[in-house]
């Protein structure tokens, strides 16, 4: 770093869209040039972000279209697929785009690719680009074909290739080499080559042949001069090597239209600057670039590689020019008409460090003051400054904070996390969140790390899931702390790759709205990024010395000065930093672990566990000095607690303005970045907090403080959470910032979206955390995990940053420990109760919103009823499967219901409490509930209870209790039971219910009854043993002998029964016949009245057939 300010911030975006539109290009000498080709497919690969860029650039549309103003181009390795993307953070249709893959037979010459916007086709892009085998193809692009739902229709329009695609070969580029290729306008390029020619290729219309106007050829002359004069002596060689090729130093490094003097503008390496006629190619002006250089310089080539940019237009007559890398300086010359230049002023650019190299820079006039970006690279790592240059005044410049910068901040966090992680389960909750929250970790970048460790340790790749591969690997030894230091290893490694996937490949000023201080976008090797204005709150955290005028303005008003508040900022960090790695972690873990009801208690925990020991006396007598020096330092804490929400101008956003992917992962990286700001700063003033003294005044902020920390660390873990295309929680693999669960939340306050725009953005994440920041969001997010099945492990370490006191917090809380399986729900729920029935009829809108995702569930409980409450939590359980629990509350309905004394009817109630008895096999509370059931809806009831019996074999059980008024329900039942059994040729499951029937008539006193139910089974198996189906006699026999006992209890002329006629089927079934019963009015004719004596004579006849126990041997 350079030591500026960093009033700029790098933020990661990226688009999620995984597919793209593949147009497969067939090779020069294919008939399906002229005719029609079917190379086109929308191709969805999840791993379309493994691809590496080789160079790239991004192009903005100059008269602007109905579609997007921003599109980038790579060329990937092979250089034989160019991918085109739409770049837009805004996207005002709400379509959904996806890239286009160009799939090229010949391999493209390095930086010999050119995008611009045609001026005879609307909303068309001409790409052309000069391919190794010599060929300059052009290629009109329509931006519907980036749109996805316009795929079938884009595909008919791209089959005719003819329409949009042209080749030739103008130029004998396989002889002499391109160098590179720039468009000036949208008919108009020029072509450099390796020996220091120069032409321009123009065509009147898109895809008509081209004219080449060549431009004067000096590598000819040059060389004959050389051949009969020899050399000069100079300090530039008349040849470099560039990458494995060589290369004139008189060839140009970069050319500027100048379109009001109808002019072309180069510069080449050994520093001549030229201008030529755009309409000719004849040279109007050369003059060496060294005479404005003091003293000898090297050449304008910096490295192997060439500068992106060297040159720029300003307005209509200027340009700006790159100075050697000796000189580090910035020139602005002013062309006159003659084509003579005036310089008008030497920029001095901040940066010394000798070994970084310039990389390519952007400049643009606002109202008289020169903005400027200017890039510089060293290995992997690049710096991005920014300058405000205007007469009259001193040149501003400032630097952006890279991604490496702010990630470190979360890695803090990461490790307190790791080392203070009890189990092996919470470690890999901990792990994971942190890999697999899309930033700055993809897939890709996973699995190569995974490929690395496979070197130095055993990876499991038997599995197709990314994360069960990372889990494996991590705890391959199933030890807590060998995990842990698995975990940090794995991540650094991750870091590593993407830092090194963060080279840089280009970069755009965004000139697309009309701002003073636009976006920048930066091209990496894999992927995007953004630079933005730092928040007030990262200004302050990164320890910049300034801020913008406006802001300091503002701070007036809240009568607050930014000198001040940077002074305490630099002492929280300063003071941290006397406390060692260890010291940090153990607080860290007391936080982490600590709830809000005993701040005092844990101020001094931490105090005096921690605190006394790492800190010295010295150290906090030179804190307390510090703090007595900075004017009303309370207020000051307090301002910078609310530095994340700060908007004091109340601002308001443009809503309904919908989000690109692009727009949605801005707003969730800078979200992290902020509130990764913000806990490290709740987390300083704490440490100061306990430090100073524990009074009411530092009581107070602490719980403030500690509310921050809780509250920002949920939300860093929230971006976390993200949905899959089918709204399915992401678990398997890295997941989407741009489908966060919390941008479900902030659709709410924003309809589809707010307009992103740089000088208001940090303004727009001042009113999401408002609205993130409070107890609702926590409760959403949960109750969102909730109705998407979340695993145990998320539900638990989410519902963790629950409110205790949120009557709404503790119906999420209880439905989690539900999910969890806890031995303590139950109690839970009952401790409840009251504070959930009597906040019912208080839910405010916000939180009816929190639970929307799981409303019909949260809405059973949020009831003014205790029994209600209760009986509601029951029919939750059970649909839940938890039989026990859902029973226990149900009881609890029916017990609450009457200590209430509540007459309203409480039929439900029991029906519930007897359906889960008789599922649980409780058959005493069943019959007890059936007991309390009006004897109107009874009979339902007990032919459940009495079939379950018969179904767990405890028929005979159902002696034991008591059916007095309901007898005839279940005398019928069984007695029919035994019937149908009988009829089905089950007689061994008739016996068991006719002899029930017996036992139940006996013990209700009907003794009649009771013989009847025997010698209904005698009369039945009689016929069977007719036909020697049946060969229990000895069973008939005693029960002959039973009905005769019972009927001896009678008097005389009450010995009698009803005998009832058995029918036989005539068809068969297998090779016996079946009993037939008859119907209802069959058997009241064919009944007959049984004296005893006709019993006594049919029994003798029985005894005389088959004896008094003989076997019928079937």
Same mark, same amino acid.
């Given at each position: 770093?350079? @030591?500026?300010?960093?009033?700029?911030?790098?933020?990661p975006?990226?688009?999620?869209?995984?597919?793209?539109l593949?147009?497969?290009?067939?090779?020069?000498g !294919?008939?399906?040039?002229?005719g029609?080709?079917?190379?086109?497919?929308?191709?969805?690969?999840?791993?379309?972000?493994?691809n590496?860029?080789?160079?790239?650039?991004?192009?903005?549309?100059?008269?602007?279209?109905?579609?997007?103003?921003?599109?980038?181009?790579?060329?990937?390795?092979?250089?034989?697929?160019?991918?085109?993307?739409?770049?837009?953070?805004?996207?005002?249709?709400?379509?959904?785009?996806?890239?286009?893959?160009?799939?090229?037979?010949?391999?493209?010459?390095r930086?010999?690719?050119?995008?611009?916007?045609?001026?005879? &086709?609307?909303?068309?892009?001409?790409?052309?680009?000069i391919?190794?085998?010599?060929?300059?193809?052009?290629?009109?692009?329509?931006?519907?074909?980036?749109?996805?739902?316009?795929?079938?229709?884009?595909?008919?329009?791209?089959?005719?290739?003819?329409?949009?695609?042209?080749?030739?070969?103008?130029?004998?580029?396989?002889?002499?080499?391109?160098?590179?290729?720039?468009?000036?306008?949208?008919?108009?390029?020029i072509?450099?080559?390796?020996?220091?020619?120069?032409?321009?290729?123009?065509?009147?219309?898109?895809?008509?042949?081209?004219?080449?106007?060549?431009?004067?050829?000096?590598?000819?002359?040059?060389?004959?001069?050389?051949?009969?004069?020899?050399?000069?002596?100079?300090?530039?060689?008349?040849?470099?090597?560039?990458?494995?090729?060589?290369?004139?130093?008189?060839?140009?490094?970069?050319?500027?239209?100048?379109?009001?003097?109808?002019?072309?503008?180069?510069?080449?390496?050994?520093?001549?600057?030229?201008?030529?006629?755009?309409?000719?190619?004849?040279?109007?002006?050369?003059?060496?670039?060294?005479q404005?250089?003091?003293?000898?310089?090297?050449?304008?080539? %910096?490295?192997?590689?060439?500068?992106?940019? /060297?040159?720029?237009?300003?307005?209509?007559?200027?340009?700006?020019?790159?100075?050697?890398?000796?000189?580090?300086?910035?020139?602005?010359?002013?062309?006159?008409?003659?084509?003579?230049?005036?310089?008008?002023?030497?920029?001095?650019?901040?940066?010394?460090?000798?070994?970084?190299? #310039?990389?390519?820079?952007?400049?643009?006039?606002?109202?008289?003051?020169?903005?400027?970006?200017?890039?510089?690279?060293?290995?992997?790592?690049?710096?991005?400054?920014?300058?405000?240059?205007?007469?009259?005044?001193?040149?501003?410049?400032?630097?952006?904070?890279?991604?490496?910068?702010?990630?470190?901040?979360?890695?803090?966090?990461?490790?307190?996390?790791?080392?203070?992680?009890?189990?092996?389960?919470?470690?890999?909750?901990?792990?994971?969140?942190?890999?697999?929250?899309?930033?700055?970790?993809?897939? #890709?970048t996973?699995?190569?790390a995974?490929?690395?460790?496979?070197?130095?340790?055993?990876?499991?790749?038997?599995?197709?899931?990314l994360?069960?591969?990372?889990?494996?690997?991590?705890?391959?030894?199933?030890?807590?702390?060998?995990?842990?230091?698995?975990?940090?290893?794995?991540k650094?490694?991750?870091?590593?790759?993407?830092? !090194?996937?963060?080279?840089?490949?280009?970069?755009?000023l965004?000139?697309?709205?009309?701002?003073?201080?636009?976006?920048?976008?930066?091209?990496?090797?894999?992927?995007?990024?953004?630079?933005?204005?730092?928040?007030?709150?990262?200004?302050?955290?990164?320890?910049?010395?300034?801020?913008?005028?406006?802001?300091?303005?503002? /701070?007036?008003?809240?009568?607050?000065?930014?000198?001040?508040?940077?002074?305490?900022?630099?002492?929280?960090?300063?003071?941290e930093n006397?406390?060692?790695?260890?010291?940090?972690?153990?607080?860290?873990?007391?936080l982490?672990?600590?709830?809000?009801?005993?701040?005092?208690?844990?101020?001094?925990?931490?105090?005096?566990?921690?605190?006394?020991?790492?800190?010295?006396?010295?150290?906090?007598?030179?804190?307390? @000095?510090?703090?007595?020096?900075?004017?009303?330092?309370?207020?000051?804490?307090?301002?910078?607690?609310?530095?994340?929400?700060?908007?004091?101008?109340?601002?308001?956003?443009?809503?309904?303005?919908s989000?690109?992917?692009?727009?949605r992962?801005?707003?969730?990286?800078?979200?992290?970045?902020?509130?990764?700001?913000?806990?490290?700063?709740?987390?300083?003033?704490?440490?100061?907090?306990?430090?100073?003294?524990?009074?009411?005044?530092?009581?107070?902020?602490?719980?403030?403080?500690?509310?921050l920390?809780?509250?920002?660390?949920?939300?860093?873990?929230?971006?976390?959470?993200?949905?899959?295309?089918?709204?399915?929680?992401?678990?398997?693999?890295?997941?989407?910032?741009?489908?966060?669960?919390?941008?479900?939340?902030?659709?709410?306050?924003?309809?589809?979206?707010?307009?992103?725009?740089?000088?208001?953005?940090?303004?727009?994440?001042?009113?999401?955390?408002?609205?993130?920041?409070?107890?609702? %969001?926590?409760?959403?997010?949960?109750?969102?995990?909730?109705?998407?099945?979340?695993?145990?492990?998320?539900?638990?370490?989410?519902?963790?940053?629950?409110?205790?006191?949120?009557?709404?917090?503790?119906?999420?809380?209880?439905?989690?420990?539900?999910?969890?399986? !806890?031995?303590?729900?139950?109690?839970?729920?009952?401790?409840?109760?009251?504070?959930?029935?009597?906040? !019912?009829?208080?839910?405010?809108?916000?939180?009816?919103?929190?639970?929307?995702?799981?409303?019909?569930?949260?809405?059973?409980?949020?009831?003014?009823?205790?029994?209600?409450?209760f009986?509601n939590?029951g029919?939750?359980?059970?649909?839940?499967?938890?039989?026990?629990?859902?029973?226990?509350?149900?009881?609890?309905?029916?017990?609450?219901?009457?200590?209430?004394?509540?007459?309203?009817?409480?039929?439900?109630?029991?029906?519930?409490?007897?359906?889960?008895?008789?599922?649980?096999?409780?058959?005493?509370?069943?019959?007890?509930?059936?007991?309390?059931?009006?004897?109107?809806?009874?009979?339902?009831?007990?032919?459940?209870?009495?079939?379950?019996?018969?179904?767990?074999?405890?028929?005979?059980?159902?002696?034991?209790?008591?059916?007095?008024?309901?007898?005839?329900i279940?005398?019928? /039942?069984?007695?029919?039971? @035994?019937?149908?059994?009988?009829?089905?040729?089950?007689?061994?499951?008739?016996?068991?219910y006719?002899?029930?029937? #017996?036992?139940?008539?006996? &013990?209700e006193?009907?003794?009649?009854?009771?013989?009847?139910?025997?010698?209904?089974?005698?009369?039945?198996?009689?016929?069977?043993?007719?036909?020697?189906?049946?060969?229990?006699?000895?069973?008939?026999?005693?029960n002959?002998?039973?009905?005769?006992?019972?009927?001896?209890?009678? &008097?005389?002329?009450?010995?009698?029964?009803?005998?009832?006629?058995? @029918?036989?089927?005539?068809?068969?079934?297998?090779?016996r016949?079946?009993?037939?019963?008859?119907?209802?009015?069959?058997?009241?004719?064919?009944?007959?009245l049984?004296?005893?004596?006709?019993?006594?004579?049919? %029994?003798?006849? %029985?005894?005389?057939?088959?004896?008094?126990?003989?076997?019928?041997?079937?």
């Amino acid at each position: 770093m350079s @030591g500026l300010d960093c009033s700029y911030i790098e933020v990661p975006i990226r688009a999620s869209s995984i597919s793209s539109l593949d147009i497969r290009i067939p090779d020069q000498g !294919s008939h399906q040039l002229s005719g029609t080709f079917n190379g086109i497919s929308q191709y969805n690969n999840e791993n379309s972000n493994e691809n590496s860029t080789l160079f790239g650039e991004f192009y903005q549309t100059l008269y602007g279209n109905r579609l997007f103003n921003t599109v980038s181009y790579r060329v990937l390795p092979s250089r034989k697929e160019i991918v085109l993307s739409p770049v837009l953070l805004n996207n005002n249709l709400d379509i959904k785009y996806h890239p286009i893959r160009l799939m090229l037979h010949d391999a493209v010459k390095r930086n010999c690719v050119t995008i611009l916007e045609s001026t005879n &086709k609307q909303d068309t892009l001409i790409v052309d680009l000069i391919t190794e085998a010599g060929y300059l193809v052009s290629m009109s692009i329509s931006l519907n074909w980036f749109v996805e739902s316009e795929f079938e229709t884009s595909k008919q329009q791209i089959q005719h290739l003819s329409e949009w695609y042209t080749s030739s070969r103008p130029f004998a580029f396989d002889l002499r080499g391109a160098f590179f290729m720039k468009s000036l306008d949208s008919k108009t390029n020029i072509v450099s080559l390796t020996d220091g020619s120069l032409f321009l290729t123009v065509r009147d219309a898109a895809n008509q042949d081209l004219k080449i106007i060549p431009m004067a050829s000096v590598s000819y002359l040059d060389k004959f001069k050389e051949r009969f004069f020899g050399k000069g002596q100079s300090i530039i060689p008349d040849h470099l090597k560039v990458g494995e090729i060589d290369v004139s130093t008189n060839s140009v490094l970069d050319a500027v239209v100048i379109a009001n003097l109808h002019c072309v503008v180069t510069i080449s390496i050994n520093k001549n600057l030229q201008i030529w006629s755009l309409d000719t190619g004849k040279l109007l002006m050369k003059q060496s670039f060294s005479q404005y250089l003091p003293g000898e310089s090297s050449s304008l080539l %910096f490295s192997e590689y060439p500068p992106k940019q /060297l040159i720029k237009s300003l307005g209509t007559d200027k340009i700006s020019i790159v100075g050697p890398a000796t000189v580090r300086k910035l020139y602005i010359f002013k062309i006159n008409p003659d084509y003579t230049l005036d310089g008008l002023k030497e920029i001095a650019l901040p940066f010394s460090g000798s070994k970084w190299l #310039y990389h390519s820079y952007e400049i643009a006039d606002r109202s008289g003051q020169l903005r400027l970006c200017i890039l510089w690279c060293l290995g992997d790592n690049y710096l991005l400054q920014h300058g405000k240059i205007a007469d009259g005044i001193a040149d501003e410049w400032s630097e952006s904070l890279t991604i490496c910068a702010t990630q470190s901040l979360l890695q803090q966090d990461f490790e307190a996390q790791v080392s203070n992680a009890s189990t092996i389960e919470k470690l890999n909750n901990v792990g994971l969140l942190a890999l697999f929250n899309g930033v700055p970790y993809d897939a #890709y970048t996973i699995k190569r790390a995974l490929t690395i460790f496979s070197r130095y340790f055993k990876v499991d790749d038997s599995t197709t899931s990314l994360k069960e591969a990372v889990l494996k690997t991590v705890n391959m030894n199933g030890k807590l702390e060998e995990s842990k230091v698995q975990w940090m290893r794995f991540k650094n490694v991750c870091e590593d790759i993407a830092k !090194s996937d963060g080279s840089l490949v280009s970069l755009l000023l965004d000139q697309s709205l009309d701002e003073d201080d636009s976006f920048v976008y930066l091209m990496k090797v894999r992927g995007v990024s953004i630079i933005k204005k730092n928040s007030l709150l990262g200004s302050l955290s990164t320890g910049s010395a300034s801020v913008s005028e406006s802001m300091r303005n503002v /701070l007036q008003v809240e009568d607050t000065s930014y000198s001040v508040a940077l002074s305490l900022a630099k002492l929280l960090k300063q003071y941290e930093n006397e406390f060692g790695s260890p010291g940090l972690l153990e607080i860290y873990g007391k936080l982490d672990i600590a709830d809000d009801v005993n701040i005092p208690k844990l101020m001094e925990s931490i105090f005096g566990e921690v605190v006394s020991k790492c800190i010295t006396k010295q150290a906090i007598q030179q804190l307390l @000095g510090n703090l007595n020096s900075i004017p009303d330092a309370l207020n000051v804490m307090q301002f910078l607690l609310r530095l994340i929400t700060f908007n004091p101008l109340d601002y308001e956003p443009a809503k309904n303005v919908s989000w690109s992917d692009c727009g949605r992962f801005l707003l969730a990286s800078e979200g992290r970045i902020n509130a990764g700001f913000a806990k490290r700063m709740a987390f300083q003033l704490m440490l100061v907090l306990v430090t100073v003294d524990i009074c009411d005044p530092a009581i107070e902020l602490f719980e403030s403080s500690f509310k921050l920390y809780k509250h920002t660390k949920f939300v860093l873990s929230s971006f976390s959470l993200s949905l899959d295309d089918t709204e399915k929680l992401v678990t398997e693999k890295p997941t989407d910032p741009s489908n966060a669960i919390p941008f479900n939340y902030i659709a709410k306050r924003y309809g589809k979206g707010a307009l992103i725009r740089n000088g208001s953005v940090n303004l727009l994440m001042a009113n999401i955390f408002k609205e993130i920041l409070q107890e609702e %969001f926590t409760l959403y997010v949960v109750s969102s995990l909730l109705s998407l099945d979340a695993n145990a492990a998320t539900l638990e370490y989410f519902a963790s940053f629950i409110d205790v006191d949120s009557p709404v917090g503790k119906v999420l809380k209880g439905f989690v420990l539900l999910k969890l399986c !806890s031995p303590t729900l139950h109690q839970y729920f009952v401790d409840a109760a009251d504070a959930i029935t009597e906040y !019912s009829d208080k839910v405010t809108e916000k939180e009816q919103y929190s639970i929307k995702p799981i409303e019909s569930k949260a809405s059973l409980l949020l009831v003014d009823s205790k029994p209600s409450y209760f009986y509601n939590l029951g029919l939750i359980l059970q649909s839940n499967g938890s039989d026990n629990e859902a029973l226990r509350f149900v009881l609890d309905a029916l017990e609450t219901k009457n200590k209430l004394q509540d007459a309203s009817d409480d039929s439900d109630i029991v029906s519930k409490i007897f359906e889960l008895a008789l599922k649980l096999n409780n058959f005493q509370m069943a019959y007890d509930a059936i007991l309390k059931m009006d004897r109107s809806i009874r009979e339902h009831p007990i032919k459940q209870f009495v079939y379950k019996l018969f179904q767990q074999n405890e028929l005979p059980a159902v002696l034991k209790y008591q059916f007095t008024e309901d007898f005839d329900i279940v005398d019928d /039942l069984i007695y029919t039971l @035994g019937e149908t059994s009988a009829a089905g040729g089950d007689l061994q499951s008739a016996l068991k219910y006719y002899r029930t029937s #017996y036992a139940l008539r006996l &013990k209700e006193g009907d003794y009649r009854a009771a013989a009847e139910s025997l010698y209904r089974f005698n009369c039945i198996a009689s016929d069977k043993l007719k036909r020697k189906e049946y060969s229990d006699v000895k069973l008939l026999v005693d029960n002959y002998l039973i009905i005769f006992n019972l009927l001896h209890t009678m &008097k005389t002329d009450d010995r009698w029964l009803i005998k009832r006629p058995v @029918g036989i089927r005539t068809e068969t079934v297998g090779s016996r016949n079946d009993i037939s019963l008859v119907s209802n009015d069959q058997n009241k004719k064919a009944s007959q009245l049984m004296t005893f004596d006709a019993l006594e004579n049919e %029994f003798e006849q %029985f005894s005389s057939d088959y004896g008094d126990g003989r076997q019928i041997v079937v």
